[in-house]
């Protein structure tokens, strides 16, 4: 065999191997778990939904993809079989705390007894802040 074509084999061996290689890690990446991970902040809801209204680009920058322990009373309460959503303080100035579908099964009976203007702690992922929900916490766990 010619050497050109040696060496174009290998180079094609070498980049299979490493794409493939690259596949499997990213698709058996571990996920990152909310529920256990120490929050970056704790807050009261009004107090994040202030940073955000004040300066949203700086408050993207601080509270973005970070955990977020938010404490508040329950403005609005939205349940549709295994999808929970939670909106602290205000419907229209508020946290909107969308609860994971987990935490839904674990504290089914919990839930069922949420009212709206009852305290409540939620730990979630802060996703950044939305004109119509306000600031938008995802994967959240309701804090015992």
């Known amino acids: 065999m010619k050497k050109s074509i040696k060496i174009f084999l290998v180079i094609i061996v070498v980049g299979l191997v490493t794409g493939l290689s690259t596949v499997y890690y990213v698709f058996n990446m571990p996920h990152r778990n909310i529920e256990k991970e120490s929050p970056s902040f704790t807050m009261d809801a009004s107090a994040l939904y202030g940073d955000f209204s004040k300066d949203e680009v700086l408050a993207n920058d601080k509270y973005a993809d970070k955990v977020v322990e938010v404490k508040g009373e329950i403005a609005e309460l939205t349940v549709e079989n295994y999808q929970v959503s939670i909106v602290l303080n ?55």
Do not use: P, R, Y
């Open 90 to 144: 205000d419907e229209m100035e508020g946290v909107n705390c969308a609860l994971d579908s987990l935490t839904v099964v674990k504290n089914k009976e919990m839930i069922k007894l949420l009212k709206i203007g009852d305290a409540i702690i939620l730990k979630g992922k802060c996703d950044g802040f939305d004109m119509i929900m306000g600031v938008v916490l995802t994967q959240c766990f309701i804090v015992k």
